[in-house]
């Protein structure tokens, strides 16, 4: 899994070369000192993200900028503490929750039209698949997540977007279309200029060439992701390289050479809290150790065992997947209800159209009557244009007599017959009025003839 090295645009606020108690204390002076609850909410979940390493203290102030948020009515806040909240729990590995409150921030930014927000919750449920193994998923996610990106012209973000689709065409052994979106990714760093930016391409370039066996290649972008991640204390981009460059050594078989970076990518994961890449390595590890140190790749393949039933249990992925289904089934019914609407919406659209049409064709063939056209057809135009009215009203009133009835044949019959006793009468002495009518119009233009002698 490819750790993401952005948590949203608000986390630059603090430059990270800067030491991290220095920015901690600083958002503290800032909390203390601002008095608008919306600001401090931001600032609760920037001191959130400084405390990556220490998870309970980082949920204690997600917990604390929601509590503001919500007693502030601040929409964005909520859902931005949603999202934080499904980080911090992807990281120690709760996926149920995680997914849970990605979801929710996801539906929430959907309804503010928070499209940053957005995007990055459709990245973030992307990661959560990928820890699950399921990258088709994952891309899915992510090509939501790209038009909004193009859409909002922000080309930072378009540029993370890129690098992780790179990733999980990686993933799923597709390097030509990996090499595809990090070509992209790369012509859009060469005009920002940006060095935590290059550092996600020069991984996703590495781990492309890797895969099109390429290491020659391949290697070097590595190299230069580990160099520009130790200028700037990237600990993100050190893990990634560092697997990435263990993944290719393991699958060579170098041993040696695996179980440098392999052990580098154990400390930098548990460094960082991320229990998927713990599992990784110790996995790694046991097999390395395998034939060479027993004890230890027992304790390894332990210890990897025990995180594996803790991050994927039957219980948390029973609960995982209910909650998808669960979207799903939602989903679904948002997209049939709006399928509905819409057909509804048509319908109405046609009705009034028809209401219009029926009184101009009458006010047509009473002008039509003062021209030269021959009276049976003026009369036959007048009798439709009565056919229509009386067809049109028994058309708005059947979906009345079904709702009311319940859709029972019998029920409908009988009102349906009691309608059609009045309207037939009533369509005959309508049809005599008018031709009666029409008649009478067509006289007034018959010119008089002169009697015989």
């Known amino acids: 899994m490819q750790k993401k090295a952005l948590f949203l645009p608000l986390i630059f606020l603090f430059h990270f070369a800067i030491a991290q108690q220095k920015q901690i204390d600083s958002i503290k002076h800032l909390i203390n000192i601002t008095k608008v609850d919306t600001s401090k909410v ?20 997600i917990d604390n900028g929601m509590r503001l948020a ?14 934080a909240y499904g980080v911090n729990y992807a990281n120690l590995g709760n996926y149920p929750l995680a997914i849970k409150n990605h979801l929710e921030a996801l539906q929430l930014s959907l309804n503010l039209n928070a499209y940053t927000l957005t995007a990055y919750c ?45 990733y999980f065409y ?16 790369n012509e859009l760093v060469e005009q920002l200029h940006d060095d935590r930016l290059s550092d996600r391409v020069y991984l996703g370039m590495g781990k492309t060439y890797l895969n099109l066996k390429k290491p020659d290649i391949g290697l070097p972008f590595l190299n230069k992701a580990i160099s520009l991640s130790k200028m700037i204390h990237d600990n993100y981009g050190l893990l990634n390289s560092d697997t990435f460059i263990s993944d290719y050594y393991f699958n060579a078989g170098q041993t040696d050479s695996a179980m440098v970076y392999t052990l580098k990518e154990l400390t930098e994961a548990k460094a960082d809290g991320y229990s998927a890449g713990i599992l990784d390595a110790m996995k ?16 390894y393949y332990k210890n990897a065992m025990v995180l594996d039933e803790q991050l994927f249990d039957s219980e948390k992925t029973r609960a995982f997947q209910n909650l998808i289904t669960a979207y799903d089934l939602q989903k679904k019914e948002q997209a049939e209800q709006k399928s509905i609407t819409e057909e509804e919406r ?5 009705l009034i159209a028809i209401a219009l049409f029926i009184p101009l064709f009458l006010m047509a ?12 057809v003026i009369d036959f135009m007048g009798v439709l244009s009565l056919l229509l009215a009386f067809e049109f009203i028994t058309l708005l009133i059947h979906p009345l ?15 349906l017959v009691i309608i059609a006793a009045i309207l037939i009468p009533l369509h005959h002495q309508l049809t005599h009025w008018l031709k009666a009518k029409l008649s009478g119009h067509v006289k007034e233009h018959i010119e008089p003839v002169e009697d015989m002698p």
């Open 122 to 166: 459709y990245q973030s449920i992307a990661d959560v698949y990928d820890d699950q193994k399921d990258d088709k998923r994952s891309i899915y996610y992510m090509q939501q997540a790209i038009p909004i990106a193009k859409k909002i012209g922000d080309k930072k973000l378009l540029t993370v977007l890129y690098s992780d689709m790179s």
């Open 42 to 61: 931001k600032d609760y979940y920037v001191l959130s993200r400084l405390y990556k390493d220490k998870r309970d203290s980082a949920l204690f102030y």
């Open 70 to 83: 919500i007693s502030a009515h601040y929409g964005y806040g909520i859902a931005l503490g949603k999202y």
């Open 365 to 376: 063939v009473f002008l039509l009557n003062r021209t030269k056209l021959h009276r049976r």
């Open 170 to 185: 990686n993933k799923l052994n597709q390097p030509g279309m990996a090499l595809k979106y990090d070509n992209l990714a």
């Open 284 to 299: 790694k590890l046991g097999s390395l150790n395998d034939g060479h140190d027993q004890a230890k790749a027992t304790q």
């Open 346 to 350: 048509k319908e109405n659209l046609q």
């Open 401 to 415: 007599i079904e709702k009311g009835t319940h859709h029972s044949p019998v029920l409908e019959l009988i009102i």
